[in-house]
């Protein structure tokens, strides 16, 4: 088996068992970068002579018999908002070019402690804001099955490079479904922890009350191990957890009998593609032939889902986003006179067009006159969505339905209206507002070769049960990643093969 076809599992096996050197699995990853990159633009920065000092020192490690875990040898992504000391980290943005920090995320401390190699950085939405990968300042990533299609987003760049066999596993940051969505789009696993379970230093932040580091990868194992490397209580983020029970790999059980789960009949409902939800039915009817007992049920405000989450984010990136100024770091304006017009043209010039609507819309919730009667109300809003979970995870385990309404469009469709790209996000923002796990994983294609995923919600703290579901729905049909010989024919014809 050729190495790109490996799971990440699978090639940690073999480079412990020292079938495969990790110089040749780094290799093959990079040389499967530069061959893709032309057509799909997943990567920022692609750090070839840092990737391959890591490897030497992460062979040592496992040869000394020091690195052991499942992990150990991986070549990784990381979604361009992860500070990586001394490496450009740019948000995607133009304000940040030539940004490289002091210092190095902690969740990716953690990867590099359990052995993985870091390939580079991900493009992605700038600041996080978008659902498509469009609004990069480096342009747009495309899909890997079809490159006149998106990715999804916001991290758009991290799934496809997993999609296309440019590494074995990614870190995506998710705020109202930029994990989970893109990960539908491309065809992969994509999970986002509950709130605090995975440290937020050195995240650059979008909307800190939301904002949350999880993995992308080729199976539901994948997931899991990815999960259990990066989830850890730090000291540095006053939001982390401290939890006892983050042994993630444990859950790969095949078992859902006596599960219940429910679908909102809202999810199921107007505005949702008939491909997608026959895909999603019929999957929902293998974990019931499985055990699982499954029947809909009505979740209620999930119409209010959509201002609340836009209002309260929109609020909160205003307030992060005022550091940017030009003064300290990133891109600074080369013709001003006085400061005042220094930050005003800098911001005006580093700024695209979606993060300036954000900043003034959140600017706008935030003023005096209108704070109460839009942020208070938002905030109260997102109060009631967390007890409506709350009152659903008393009756069942999980709640399962479309991680987004379509397959993946077609590039430039989202951009012309903003607002049918917010829309997009009505599946998943819920999940953000409660801070509670969800996940994502494949269950079919439509009519034109593109994706179709399933999202998995559970209740706060339980991503146990969402990883024993998926895993079981994957190995009851075989759906696991898609051999690479079919996506590579994809991109080159730019359609699905197969």
Same mark, same amino acid.
């Given at each position: 088996?050729? *190495?790109?076809?490996?799971?990440?599992?699978?090639?940690?096996?073999?480079?412990?068992?020292?079938? *495969?050197?990790?110089?040749?699995?780094?290799?093959?990853?990079?040389?499967?970068?530069?061959?893709?990159?032309?057509?799909?633009?997943?990567?920022?920065?692609?750090?070839?002579?840092?990737?391959?000092?890591?490897?030497?020192?992460?062979?040592?490690?496992?040869?000394?018999?020091?690195?052991?875990?499942?992990?150990?040898?991986?070549?990784?992504?990381?979604?361009?908002?992860? =500070?990586?000391?001394?490496?450009?980290?740019? =948000?995607?943005?133009?304000?940040?070019?030539?940004?490289?920090?002091?210092?190095?995320?902690?969740?990716?401390?953690?990867?590099?402690?359990?052995?993985?190699?870091?390939?580079?950085?991900?493009?992605?939405?700038?600041?996080?804001?978008?659902? !498509?990968?469009?609004?990069?300042?480096?342009?747009?990533?495309?899909?890997?099955?079809? #490159?006149?299609?998106?990715?999804?987003?916001?991290?758009?760049?991290?799934?496809?490079?997993?999609?296309?066999?440019?590494?074995?596993?990614?870190?995506?940051?998710?705020?109202?479904?930029?994990?989970?969505?893109?990960?539908?789009? =491309?065809?992969?696993?994509?999970?986002?922890? !509950?709130?605090?379970?995975?440290?937020?230093?050195?995240?650059?932040?979008?909307?800190?009350?939301?904002?949350?580091?999880?993995?992308?990868?080729?199976?539901?194992?994948?997931?899991?191990?990815?999960?259990?490397?990066?989830?850890?209580?730090?000291?540095?983020?006053?939001?982390?957890?401290?939890?006892?029970?983050?042994?993630?790999?444990?859950?790969?059980?095949?078992?859902?009998?006596?599960?219940?789960?429910?679908?909102?009949?809202?999810?199921?409902?107007?505005?949702?593609?008939?491909?997608?939800?026959?895909?999603?039915?019929?999957?929902?009817?293998?974990?019931?032939?499985?055990?699982?007992?499954?029947?809909?049920?009505?979740?209620?405000?999930?119409?209010?889902?959509?201002?609340?989450?836009? #209002?309260?984010?929109?609020?909160?990136?205003?307030?992060?986003?005022?550091?940017?100024?030009?003064?300290?770091?990133?891109?600074?304006?080369?013709?001003?006179?006085?400061?005042?017009?220094?930050?005003?043209? #800098?911001?005006?010039?580093?700024?695209?067009?979606?993060?300036?609507?954000?900043?003034?819309?959140?600017?706008?919730?935030?003023?005096?006159?209108?704070?109460?009667?839009?942020?208070?109300?938002?905030?109260?809003?997102?109060?009631?969505?967390?007890?409506?979970?709350?009152?659903?995870?008393?009756?069942?385990?999980?709640?399962?339905?479309?991680?987004?309404?379509?397959?993946?469009?077609?590039?430039?469709?989202?951009?012309?209206?903003?607002?049918?790209?917010?829309?997009?996000?009505?599946?998943?923002?819920?999940?953000?507002?409660?801070?509670?796990?969800?996940?994502?994983?494949?269950?079919?294609?439509?009519?034109?070769?593109?994706?179709?995923?399933?999202?998995?919600?559970?209740?706060?703290?339980?991503?146990?049960?969402?990883?024993?579901?998926?895993? !079981?729905?994957?190995?009851? !049909?075989?759906?696991?990643?898609?051999?690479?010989?079919?996506?590579?024919?994809?991109?080159?014809?730019?359609?699905?093969?197969?």
């Amino acid at each position: 088996m050729k *190495i790109l076809e490996l799971t990440a599992l699978e090639l940690s096996e073999k480079i412990k068992a020292g079938e *495969i050197k990790v110089k040749d699995a780094v290799k093959a990853a990079l040389d499967r970068a530069k061959e893709a990159e032309p057509a799909i633009n997943s990567y920022v920065t692609l750090d070839e002579e840092g990737a391959y000092a890591q490897a030497e020192e992460v062979q040592k490690k496992i040869d000394a018999g020091e690195l052991t875990g499942p992990l150990a040898g991986v070549p990784v992504a990381i979604k361009d908002n992860m =500070c990586i000391k001394g490496q450009l980290t740019t =948000c995607s943005s133009r304000i940040l070019s030539g940004f490289r920090p002091t210092y190095t995320a902690q969740a990716v401390e953690n990867l590099r402690k359990a052995g993985a190699v870091i390939l580079g950085k991900t493009n992605m939405d700038e600041f996080a804001m978008g659902s !498509t990968t469009e609004t990069s300042y480096y342009g747009p990533t495309r899909n890997p099955h079809n #490159t006149e299609h998106v990715p999804g987003g916001s991290s758009g760049g991290s799934c496809a490079a997993v999609a296309a066999g440019e590494c074995f596993g990614a870190l995506g940051s998710d705020t109202g479904g930029s994990i989970r969505q893109p990960s539908s789009f =491309c065809g992969v696993v994509g999970l986002k922890p !509950t709130y605090g379970t995975v440290s937020r230093y050195g995240l650059i932040a979008y909307g800190s009350s939301l904002d949350q580091i999880g993995p992308v990868a080729k199976d539901v194992s994948d997931c899991a191990a990815f999960l259990e490397a990066i989830a850890s209580h730090d000291p540095k983020d006053s939001t982390s957890v401290e939890r006892k029970d983050c042994d993630f790999m444990s859950a790969l059980t095949e078992d859902v009998k006596g599960l219940k789960i429910g679908i909102p009949g809202d999810y199921i409902g107007e505005g949702l593609d008939p491909e997608v939800r026959q895909a999603v039915q019929d999957a929902a009817k293998v974990l019931e032939e499985k055990g699982a007992s499954v029947e809909t049920f009505d979740l209620g405000l999930v119409k209010y889902a959509i201002p609340a989450y836009y #209002t309260i984010a929109s609020a909160e990136a205003s307030s992060n986003l005022e550091r940017f100024d030009g003064v300290k770091y990133g891109y600074r304006t080369e013709n001003y006179e006085g400061l005042h017009n220094m930050y005003k043209k #800098t911001r005006s010039e580093g700024f695209g067009p979606e993060v300036k609507r954000r900043i003034m819309l959140g600017s706008f919730v935030l003023s005096s006159g209108y704070y109460d009667a839009y942020y208070l109300k938002a905030l109260r809003t997102k109060a009631l969505i967390k007890k409506e979970f709350d009152k659903a995870f008393e009756k069942y385990d999980l709640i399962l339905g479309p991680a987004a309404p379509t397959t993946a469009p077609k590039l430039g469709e989202s951009l012309s209206d903003p607002l049918k790209m917010y829309l997009g996000d009505i599946y998943t923002i819920s999940v953000n507002l409660a801070g509670l796990p969800g996940m994502t994983i494949p269950v079919g294609k439509d009519k034109e070769g593109l994706p179709i995923g399933m999202q998995l919600i559970g209740n706060a703290f339980d991503e146990k049960t969402l990883i024993r579901a998926a895993y !079981t729905y994957e190995c009851a !049909t075989g759906k696991q990643y898609e051999k690479m010989a079919d996506i590579r024919a994809a991109m080159e014809t730019g359609k699905e093969v197969g």
